[in-house]
Nanobody
Framework: VQLVESGGGEVRAGESLRLSCAPS????????VAWFREGPGRDRQAVSC???????ATVADAVKGRFSSSSDGRGAVSLQMNDLRVEDTADYYC???????????????????WGRGTPVTVSS
């Protein structure tokens, strides 16, 4: 099982990036797909979670109104990040869990499989 993140890079504050999480060796059907990030000196924190069963998405308060996540209908899940800020600089990871998004957003321990991450750097 592999989850492959892509789309990271270096941008200026105010710009946008779109990350993608593509599975290999597993179908995402039945799983909930989350994005976490780990900034310099920080713990890994939840950014968003998509319940693929009904398509509902939850985003963390820190990114609400700027980030959104959804299934692309081709087996991958994206994280659209708009109006990026310097504090959004982090390694971004996707993970999948059978737990409800309310649980996933509260703890990374509910994640069964992780991708290797993709770096996002936002400069002022």
């Amino acid at each position: 099982v592999q989850l492959v993140e892509s789309g990271g890079g270096e941008v200026r504050a105010g710009e946008s990036l779109r990350l993608s999480c593509a599975p290999s060796g597993i179908s995402l059907a039945g799983w909930n797909v989350a994005w976490f990030r780990e900034g310099p000196g920080r713990d890994r924190q939840a950014v968003s979670c998509v319940a693929l069963g009904d398509g509902t998405a939850t985003v963390a308060d820190a990114v609400k109104g700027r980030f959104s996540s959804s299934s692309d209908g081709r087996g991958a899940v994206s994280l659209q990040m708009n109006d990026l800020r310097v504090e959004d600089t982090a390694d971004y990871y996707c993970g999948i869990s059978p737990s409800q998004c309310v649980v996933v957003m509260a703890t990374s321990r509910s994640i069964f499989y992780w991708g290797r991450g993709t770096p996002v750097t936002v400069s002022s």
